[in-house]
């Protein structure tokens, strides 16, 4: 059982950075692949990132490579999401997910994730 909770978001002008953490509870969170799916109003959950247990491999959707980067702390149970040049569009709230499915592998698709968080609200707006 893995428990996880994020923290970090905001109300932020376009253009600025903002840093999110996933913070988990329970043993083993060094085995899980872990993820950051974000949801804007009357949107679908959209996939954003993904990190391997291992922390060596990540994945991101189109939109923001070059501007989010997803690392991870396994000593300290926490994952985390640098977003920088953020635009209107990353309005959303903001969720972590974790899965021991396959870790080899990363996965875009939200079924593949066990575990989530409640999110975090990122508002991105002049």
């Known amino acids: 059982q893995v428990q996880l909770v994020e923290s970090g978001g905001g109300l932020v002008q376009p253009g600025d950075s903002l840093r999110l953490s996933c913070a988990a509870s329970?043993?083993?969170?060094?085995?899980?692949?872990m993820a950051w799916f974000r949801q804007a109003p009357g949107k679908e959950r959209e996939f954003v990132g993904a990190i391997r247990w291992s922390g060596d491999v990540t994945s991101y959707t189109d939109s923001v490579k070059g501007r989010f980067t997803i690392s991870r702390d396994n000593a300290k149970n926490t994952m985390y999401l640098q977003m920088n040049s953020l635009k209107p569009e990353d309005t959303g709230v903001y969720l972590c997910?974790?899965?021991?499915?396959?870790?080899?592998?990363?996965?875009?698709?939200?079924?593949?994730?066990?575990?989530w968080g409640q999110g975090t609200q990122v508002t991105v707006s002049s």
């Open positions: 329970g043993r083993s969170f060094g085995s899980y692949s």
């Open positions: 997910a974790a899965t021991r499915y396959e870790v080899t592998r990363l996965w875009e698709d939200a079924q593949y994730y066990t575990y």
